[in-house]
């Protein structure tokens, strides 16, 4: 069974940056792209970023590009979401996902991800 476990959120000020964290067991992780999304109380969960299984391909939000960069390591089973020059309106419990199906592109899609993991908050005051 695949499990993700989520780590790095918190309470920052705006202005700050945080570097999330997602670690897979079980599974071939470096064959799956993934992806970070978030959800906002009373609203839609929304992907963020998103990455190939090799890397070569990323998805960002337009609402994070510049801000974000999503980055993995295969041999950790680990990928990561760097957020810099933090909002209050990025603050939001955070996911990360597994694309259903291997070496398949990302996608912007919550649908298209089978695996997820229970989410990390981040709160960024003002």
């Known amino acids: 069974q695949v499990q993700l476990v989520e780590s790095g959120g918190g309470l920052v000020q705006a202005g700050a940056s945080l570097r999330l964290s997602c670690t897979a067991s079980g599974g071939t992780f470096s064959q799956f792209a993934m992806g970070w999304f978030r959800q906002a109380p009373g609203k839609e969960r929304e992907c963020v970023a998103a990455?190939?299984?090799?890397?070569?391909?990323?998805y960002y939000a337009d609402s994070v590009k510049g801000r974000f960069a999503i980055s993995r390591d295969n041999a950790k089973n680990t990928v990561y979401l760097r957020m810099n020059s933090l909002q209050p309106e990025d603050t939001a419990v955070y996911y990360c996902?597994?694309?259903?199906?291997?070496?398949?592109?990302?996608?912007?899609?919550?649908?298209?991800?089978?695996?997820w993991g229970q989410g990390t908050q981040v709160t960024v005051s003002s």
């Open positions: 990455i190939s299984w090799g890397s070569a391909t990323t």
């Open positions: 996902a597994r694309r259903r199906g291997a070496r398949l592109i990302p996608t912007a899609q919550a649908g298209d991800y089978d695996y």
